[in-house]
């Protein structure tokens, strides 16, 4: 199998404030990890791509001094929400990119939930 | 940029009824997955297809890549409570490895 993990599951945290997500594969590596945001009743929308040992690749949109990407070892990515506002507050998940015999599959974390006051 | 069309949005069903959900595309992908996702849940992998034309099963669950490789379907058989849930299509391409994905079918099953 292949196991995605991801630390906090939720976070209530107050406006102005930054907030660290953590994504690993526990199985596997992962050169590549990618951050999705989802808001409620819609589907997930990619914020950025994270490769290990170089810079991460953002969206249209998405603003990278405001959610640091960090992919420092084959099995971690770090998503840094800073100076968080009550409109980051949203469902953030994670997903890791499994290669497998010529084949390549993402699997997902179980999400964090960001409230912000 | 690339779209999924996913139908129905939502489905309404009898238990031990079947259910079918399709994905369409503008554009060509190399691989399709299926996805289940439970409130509060991140996404859960189902099936993958990695061949135009490619059949596969899980346990009660039939997935199919299309030959024009535009789009895939998802059947559920003989479902029960437990289906419940949200499921997203997703497709990959060589070019982009980020997934687009699928707007979701929501699934309510009464027992």
């Known amino acids: ?117 | 940029g690339q779209q999924l069309n996913q139908s129905p949005q939502s489905m309404f069903i009898q238990e031990g009824e079947d259910v079918s959900m399709n994905c369409t595309s503008s554009s060509i992908f190399n691989t399709w997955l299926w996805y289940k996702q439970d409130p509060g849940e991140g996404p859960v992998l189902l099936i993958a297809l990695y061949k135009a034309g490619e059949l596969t099963s899980n346990g009660r669950l039939t997935a199919q890549f299309g030959i024009t490789r535009k789009d895939s379907f998802l059947n559920i058989s003989a479902s029960i409570p437990s289906d419940v849930g949200i499921y997203f299509c997703a497709g990959a391409d060589t070019g982009r490895r980020a997934l687009t994905f699928g707007s979701g079918t929501r699934l309510q099953v009464q027992p």
């Open chain 1, 1 to 117: 199998g292949a196991v995605v993990s991801q630390h906090p599951s939720r976070v209530i945290c107050k406006s102005g404030t930054s907030v660290k997500i953590e994504c690993r594969s526990l199985d596997f590596q992962a050169t590549t990890m990618f951050w999705y945001r989802q808001f409620p009743k819609q589907s997930l929308m990619l914020m950025a791509t994270s490769n290990e040992g170089s810079k991460a690749t953002y969206e249209q949109g998405v603003e990278k001094d405001k959610f640091l990407i960090n992919h420092a070892s084959l099995t971690l990515s770090t998503l840094t929400v800073t100076s968080a506002h009550p409109e980051d507050s949203s469902f953030y998940i994670c997903s890791a990119r499994k290669r497998d015999r010529g084949t390549e599959t993402q699997y997902f974390g179980p999400g964090t939930r960001l409230l912000v006051l």
